[in-house]
Every structure is written in structure tokens, then in C-alpha cells.
């Protein structure tokens, strides 16, 4: 497969079939695989925020779960994709780092879950797969022919969802 497309961190990216959308290095950050199962449009989002809502820097929309899934959407519906088809795959969120004092704020990797399913709830994009929590790094690679996501990790295997 030559068309391999890197998504960085804060960053999405979509695509029409035949291509492999990959983000590596998901920590607390959540990556979001969305999929047309009838065009095979794909798109793939690396938030690392749950919320524009607290933030005085809204100039990159990928950074936040509510803003990226959106524009998501709108870039693979520019793309061919029907909204209606959509379904998502998440993966990441974890805890990479154990604090003493373990206020909300430090739980930067539940929270971007939390916003991530919310939005997806209120978008109607059913979530089918996740491989989210945990203490680990993650690095995912969404697959156009047929939606499958490989999740790789260090300690923890690999497997698709």
C-alpha cells in the first residue's frame, strides 16, 4: 500500500479508498477513526483536548474532540461520504502518568474519552470498537477497504478492532 497518510498530533486527516490513515504515539490523546462502510471514505483524528470550551486558542480545531469530530464529518462528507453511514472507532485516552493528587484535571485521557463518546452521541455516529484507558502509548493505523483498526502497543500486543 502505497498510500500511506500520517496524522499528526492535533492534527485530521481524510481520505478516499485506497489509502491507510496512521497516528502514532496516543498517549492521553484519543484517536478517532471515522468510516463510511458504502464509499470507504475514511478519516482519522488526533485530539488532545477534550473541549474547545476552555480554551483561549481555538485556531486549530483538530486539537479538540468536539471541534475535530465535526470537521471531521464535514471533510469526508466533502469527500463523498454519507453522515448517515458513518461509524467510529476509537482508540487511546490512557493515564500515562500517576499523580498524587488525582483531580479532574489531571485526567486528561478519561476526559478526552468522555468528550470524544459525547460528541460522537450527539453527531449519531454509533461507536462499534474501542481500545481506550489503561497506562500505555498507542499507535493506530485505519485501514480504508474495510474500516479495520490496527492498534499497536508497547507491552500490550497488537490487535484489531
Known amino acids: 500500500m502505497d498510500n500511506i497518510i500520517r496524522v499528526g498530533m492535533a492534527d485530521l486527516r481524510s481520505s478516499r479508498h485506497p489509502c491507510i490513515l496512521t497516528t502514532l504515539g496516543?498517549?492521553?490523546?484519543?484517536?478517532?477513526?471515522?468510516?463510511?462502510?458504502?464509499?470507504?471514505?475514511?478519516?482519522?483524528?488526533h485530539i488532545m483536548l477534550p473541549s474547545s470550551a476552555q480554551s483561549r486558542n481555538k485556531s486549530n480545531v483538530a486539537k479538540f474532540a468536539d471541534t475535530?469530530?465535526?470537521?471531521?464529518?464535514?471533510?469526508?462528507?466533502?469527500?463523498?461520504?454519507?453522515?448517515?453511514?458513518?461509524?467510529?472507532?476509537?482508540?487511546?485516552?490512557?493515564?500515562?502518568?500517576?499523580?498524587?493528587?488525582s483531580s479532574e484535571m489531571m485526567r486528561i485521557g478519561t476526559r478526552n474519552v468522555i468528550s470524544t463518546k459525547e460528541k460522537l452521541e450527539e453527531l449519531k455516529i454509533p461507536?462499534?470498537?474501542?481500545?481506550?484507558?489503561?497506562?500505555?502509548g498507542r499507535t493506530i493505523e485505519l485501514y480504508s477497504s474495510d474500516g479495520s483498526l490496527l492498534v499497536k502497543t508497547i507491552g500490550h500486543g497488537v490487535k484489531i478492532i
Do not use: P, W
Open 127 to 136: 461507536i462499534i470498537a474501542e481500545d481506550t484507558g489503561g497506562n500505555y
Open 26 to 45: 496516543l498517549g492521553s490523546c484519543v484517536g478517532i477513526a471515522l468510516y463510511d462502510t458504502y464509499s470507504k471514505v475514511v478519516g482519522l483524528a
Open 68 to 101: 475535530a469530530i465535526e470537521k471531521l464529518v464535514e471533510d469526508m462528507v466533502a469527500l463523498g461520504a454519507n453522515r448517515r453511514h458513518l461509524i467510529a472507532k476509537i482508540a487511546g485516552g490512557a493515564q500515562m502518568f500517576s499523580f498524587e493528587d
